[in-house]
């Protein structure tokens, strides 16, 4: 059986060293788009005015830009292609706009506002129109400046989709170095890549990040004292505690939509099977009793089922279990290997490695309708994870011989590749949405 991702936690490991939050990785992920949807509207984000000879701490206009380029649903025009470079809604001429094709305007300033504070200033604008869609105002300090112009991303984005974005979230993931395989980091970075935090270090590899639903804590596997554990640990402190260190495998933690639990498959009692932890009272409860192996469960969004990957028709599928008990029912079908399902937020889509004649792709299942797309053309690709609005899939591929992370849109249309510029990436979960 080729996948990584089906066997790798049943290895015994060694050795593991705790990192610092505030330890800064050496590397951020860089964004490749390799496709974008033809549909993609035009918009203008003009340069936000600044009132210093000296550069701003950060480019707002870039990274609203570079936001909405990698949703695949917005292109924006070139620097260039801006026929001015309007700061104030009166210095706008919508006709020139207009002759340009350009459909909404962005423009703003950056404001001192004392030491190390800042305020942001943004307004939208319908080309055609001439209307104010938003106008919204931010203080920020330097370091919240990313943050802020994120959330400005945000606010266009759902105003202009109706969709909520997902631009001021974060992605955790699995690193090794380049030079020593033996040197492996747990990461946080924000969802463009930047602001890569090392959360945790290792001598042996770590593996299967898991987002608790309000985004400040990650569960985890890692391997001390010789065997593997299930660890919590909140992602701004560094404090952790082991929640499952039971005779054999520890593997797979998936947190409850209410996060007062953790499902996990553990091989205590023989099988690898899904089991249940309270993660107040430690309280274990088993969901599955079969020959085959059971792993890699995940909760659907109204906490009522969980679907697993299970070899117990004889190949990897993918499965589904009621909380309140009942025999599993088989979810997929197509093809001779399903596995590593994750939920749409609505609880309508599946995302699944779909492997079929010797290739593994993300695949994409509508449980409404029954119906199943793949949507990656890599040869390995694995972990997937959708991102909280719904619109993205992450996940782990191959480009040349380097382990690297990759997104597709859940239609297909939009694609990207995510570099690490030394060492290799793996295994990645999208944060939920903040408040």
């Given at each position: ?21 505030s ?38 206009a870039?990274?609203?830009?570079s ?18 470079r ?31 504070k ?55 993931y ?35 990040p ?26 701004v ?5 082991k ?52 792993t ?25 279990v ?12 197509e ?18 490695v ?66 690490l ?15």
């Amino acid at each position: 059986m080729p996948r990584r991702a089906w066997f790798t936690f049943f290895t015994p490991i060694l050795g593991l060293f705790l990192g610092l939050l505030s330890h800064t990785a050496n590397a951020v992920l860089t964004i490749e788009i390799s496709e974008y949807t033809a549909s993609a509207r035009p918009i203008a984000v003009v340069p936000f005015g600044w009132p210093q000879p000296d550069k701003p701490p950060q480019d707002i206009a870039w990274i609203i830009s570079s936001d909405l380029t990698r949703s695949g649903m917005f292109k924006p025009l070139a620097d260039a292609d801006l026929v001015s470079r309007p700061t104030e809604s009166a210095q706008i001429n919508f006709r020139d706009w207009r002759l340009i094709g350009a459909d909404h305007i962005v423009i703003g300033k950056l404001q001192p506002d004392g030491p190390g504070k800042y305020i942001v200033q943004f307004q939208l604008f319908d080309v055609f129109s001439g209307e104010q869609l938003l106008g919204f105002s931010f203080p920020a300090k330097t370091d919240e400046l990313r943050g802020v112009a994120h959330h400005i991303s945000d606010l266009i984005f759902e105003e202009l989709t109706g969709l909520r974005g997902a631009f001021n979230t974060r992605i955790a993931y699995i690193t090794s170095g380049k030079n020593n395989r033996n040197e492996h980091k747990l990461v946080v970075a924000d969802a463009d890549g930047y602001n890569p935090k090392v959360v945790l270090q290792s001598d042996q590899p770590l593996m299967s990040p898991s987002w608790s639903p309000d985004g400040n804590r990650l569960a985890y596997v890692s391997f001390e004292g010789g065997r593997p554990s299930i660890w919590i640990q909140e992602v701004v402190s560094g404090q952790r505690r082991k929640v499952a260190s039971h005779k054999g495998i520890n593997g797979a933690p998936s947190w409850s939509p209410d996060a007062r639990r953790l499902a996990m498959t553990l091989s205590k009692d023989g099988d690898p099977e899904i089991y249940v932890l309270d993660v107040q009272t430690g309280a274990l409860t088993r969901l599955t009793n079969n020959a085959g192996i059971d792993t890699e469960a995940v909760w659907a969004p109204d906490g009522q089922s969980l679907v697993f990957t299970s070899d117990r028709s004889g190949r990897p599928q993918i499965y589904r279990v009621a909380m309140n008990g009942g025999p599993a029912q088989r979810v997929t079908f197509e093809g001779d290997y399903n596995a590593r399902a994750s939920f749409s937020p609505d609880g309508k889509k599946l995302a699944m490695v779909n492997g079929d004649g010797g290739k593994y792709r993300i695949a994409v299942k509508n449980l409404e309708n029954d119906l199943t797309r793949v949507l990656t053309d890599g040869t390995l690709d694995e972990s997937p994870s959708f991102a909280p609005n719904g619109a993205m899939i992450i996940y782990a591929s191959k480009y040349g011989q380097r382990d690297v992370l990759a997104a597709v849109s859940v239609d297909g249309s939009v694609r990207q590749r995510l570099v690490l510029q030394e060492g290799d990436v793996r295994e990645p979960a999208w944060s939920p949405l903040g408040p």
